[in-house]
């Protein structure tokens, strides 16, 4: 059975940071390219950022780049997301997903074949 479980998530302050965490069970970890997505309120689910099997490639949203960095630890079957200068916009649910084959771009959800609960991440102005 294929667990996906996120955390790292919380309230932090404009200008502040964290670092998410993504552990994955029950799969071969480096079979899959991995991302992060983000939902808020009222809004449509975003992909964030990607990487591919080795983590030498990753794919950022035009609204993080330069601000979070996506890397993945094989041995330990962990995938990260260190946000910086977090912006009240930031905002919202952040899910992990795994997916078969690296897309190197932002693509429908549906694309990812295993989810994780999410964890909120809550920037206050």
């Known amino acids: 059975q294929v667990q996906v479980v996120e955390s790292g998530g919380g309230l932090v302050q404009a200008g502040g940071s964290l670092t998410l965490s993504c552990t994955m069970s029950g799969l071969v970890f480096d079979d899959y390219a991995m991302a992060w997505f983000r939902q808020a309120p009222g809004k449509e689910r975003e992909e964030v950022a990607d990487?591919?099997?080795?983590?030498?490639?990753?794919y950022y949203a035009d609204s993080v780049k330069g601000r979070f960095n996506c890397s993945r630890d094989n041995a330990k079957n962990i995938l990260y997301l260190q946000m910086t200068n977090l912006k009240p916009e930031d905002t919202a649910m952040y899910y992990c997903a795994a997916a078969e084959w690296y897309y190197g771009y932002a693509v429908s959800g549906a694309k990812y074949k295993y989810w994780g609960q999410g964890t909120q991440v809550t920037v206050s102005s």
């Open positions: 990487i591919n099997y080795a983590g030498t490639r990753q």
